[in-house]
């Protein structure tokens, strides 16, 4: 079973700090997607990373594909309360063509 | 253009009782994915249309569970003799061929006293 594990569960810090939110597997994805959800509404999708190494940046967010597809991370610089939300990492399995494996989430809570 | 939408966004059922859930997803998008959410967790996967077919519902919990996509848009989830454990939020999502994107509504809290 192909499992993708976020780190932390859950992250409460003040206005301006900088942190990262990991996800982590042993099985390589040919592509892994970050979403961002609210509360009372579905997920949306922030960014996809697809090569091995790859950083992507959108704003005060940088994105990153770990060298063997297997893990990701998202660090957030001079977080503002309007980053809080919950943080879902959804991996793309390179034997499926439509099923996505998802992380449980991060919640986040930039405190202002 | 319009995005996925989703009815009602809140139920409130008895247990045992028959719960409907509707999804309409974005006008060209072959596929559609139906979730359910807990409080602070991710989307669990519970069943893949792809057109009118199911492609997989090896996420449904049993068979209580089950989803139609008759004429390959709108979708209905339809859950019978609803337990307290079905409380949840499900999501429904769809997305362009080829694509991996995946859009969501806003889901339908569900909650069965």
């Known amino acids: 079973t192909q499992l993708l594990e976020q780190s932390p569960q859950f992250l409460s810090i003040q206005e301006g700090e900088n942190l990262t939110v990991y996800c982590n597997s042993s099985?390589?994805?040919?592509?892994l997607q970050w979403y961002r959800q609210e509360p009372g509404e579905g997920p949306v999708l922030l960014v996809t990373?697809?090569?091995g190494g790859e950083v992507k940046k959108l704003k005060r967010l940088t994105f990153q594909f770990g060298d063997a597809r297997k893990d990701s991370s998202l660090h957030i610089t001079a977080a503002q309360p309007g980053d809080t939300g919950l943080y879902l990492c959804?991996?793309?399995?390179?034997?499926?063509?439509?099923?996505?494996?998802w992380g449980a989430g991060t919640k986040l809570i930039i405190k202002p | 253009g319009a995005g996925v939408s989703q009815t009602p966004s809140n139920k409130v059922t008895e247990k045992g009782k028959y719960v409907e859930l509707r999804c309409d997803p974005i006008?060209?998008?072959?596929?559609l994915y139906w979730y359910r959410q807990s409080l602070g967790q991710g989307p669990e996967f519970l069943i893949y249309?792809?057109?009118?077919?199911?492609?997989?519902d090896s996420g449904l919990p049993n068979d209580r569970f089950f989803a139609v996509r008759p004429e390959g848009s709108v979708s209905t989830l339809k859950i019978q003799r609803t337990e307290r454990g079905d409380s949840a939020v499900y999501l429904c999502?769809?997305?362009?061929?080829?694509?991996?994107?995946?859009?969501f509504g806003p889901g339908t809290r569900l909650t069965v006293l």
């Open positions: 999502a769809s997305r362009m061929p080829g694509e991996n994107e995946q859009f």
């Open positions: 006008s060209g998008h072959t596929a």
């Open positions: 249309f792809q057109g009118t077919g199911a492609a997989d």
């Open positions: 099985s390589v994805f040919s592509s």
């Open positions: 990373v697809v090569t």
């Open positions: 959804a991996g793309d399995p390179k034997d499926s063509n439509y099923q996505l494996i």
